[in-house]
């Protein structure tokens, strides 16, 4: 029978894999000049989200070991500089559009709200899902914190994409505008309130947090069919122009989810793209593509309503059409 004293250290190492350790004993919480990576089944339950990708883990770090780490090439690296670096691009955005874009186009305070209200939801998106990759190995309160976090930037970022968009395509239909508006930032609340639930965070909830995130996606396919059929459908040149952007933006977005959900390529290899290649490292490149080719969409639809307003699309001259208004 064993002992209480041997029951009592059992639980003790147990609460020392989840976080809970109360000093620095702990083998995970390193203090060295060099990072320990560890192999999937090495590390702390709270850090195992991914079977496929086999070794490169960080674990308990302090939080001046996980800012060291950003030079350490574990499985989190790309990751973190690829929303880190997306962060720093968005920033320099702004400051162009704010101070070039906008001005030369002769843009209104609308303008300069929408958009910078646009870039604004990228960067907290980039910085929160940085963040959240960089400390997540510190400890498991740090992790659920910066899971929220980054839960919560993914809303935003969605949010962004949606203002901008809407106030354009129903620049000519104020009720709509303002329905839609609502709609969007609605749902956007509602995708927040729901990260308040105990479970939201868990592993139960991951199908529930995919499609939360996807049907706060999915309603823009109400608005952009509204729009098509206010403008006349695909008989008209504006339709045909912007369509076909929203299209690739879909696209994108599908890209991402499905490498994200379906955990490919590692599925398929595991342990050979622990490094390079994995799934959620797909998932931010096409996330930060998507944001890119949204913003780069929004400046040439804002051009387009600065130059022609309210007027038919359709009624303007062949040559008058800003196909590439860049």
């Not at 303002?178 to 939201?200: D, E, G, K, R, W």
Request: with cysteine; charged share 15%; glycine share 4%.
């Amino acid at each position: 029978m064993r002992t209480l004293h041997a029951i009592f250290e059992e639980l003790k190492m147990v609460f020392y894999e989840r976080g809970f350790e109360p000093n620095a004993s702990s083998p995970f919480l390193q203090e060295s000049s060099t990072i320990k990576l560890f192999d999937y089944h090495d590390i702390p339950y709270f850090l195992r989200g991914n079977p496929y990708i086999t070794r490169g883990y960080r674990a308990f770090l302090s939080f001046r070991m996980c800012v060291k780490s950003v030079f350490v090439f574990s499985n989190e690296s790309i990751n973190v500089w690829s929303h880190l670096v997306g962060f720093f691009y968005f920033f320099c955005l702004l400051l162009f559009d704010n101070l070039v874009t906008i001005p030369e186009s002769s843009g209104t305070t609308s303008d300069y709200v929408v958009l910078s209200f646009l870039l604004t939801g990228y960067m907290i998106c980039m910085l929160f899902s940085a963040c959240y990759h960089l400390f997540c190995c510190h400890s498991e309160r740090v992790f659920h914190l910066l899971l929220s976090l980054d839960l919560a930037g993914i809303s935003l970022g969605l949010c962004a994409c949606y203002i901008p968009a809407l106030y354009y395509a129903f620049y000519c239909h104020k009720v709509w505008q303002v329905l839609h508006l609502s709609c969007a930032v609605f749902l956007t609340l509602i995708s927040l309130v729901c990260q308040l639930h105990p479970a939201f965070l868990t592993s139960r909830w991951a199908s529930r947090r995919l499609f939360i995130f996807c049907s706060v996606v999915a309603y823009g396919i109400v608005p952009a069919l509204q729009w098509i059929l206010l403008l006349g459908g695909l008989n008209d040149n504006s339709v045909r122009l912007f369509v076909p952007k929203v299209i690739v933006m879909y696209l994108l977005g599908i890209l991402a989810v499905g490498f994200y959900a379906f955990k490919v390529p590692e599925r398929y290899f595991p342990g050979k793209v622990n490094f390079v290649g994995a799934s959620h490292q797909w998932w931010h490149l096409f996330i930060l593509a998507a944001y890119d080719w949204w913003h780069h969409s929004i400046v040439i639809y804002m051009k387009y309503r600065l130059k022609y307003h309210c007027s038919a699309y359709k009624e303007l001259a062949t040559t008058q059409i800003p196909f590439e208004v860049s």
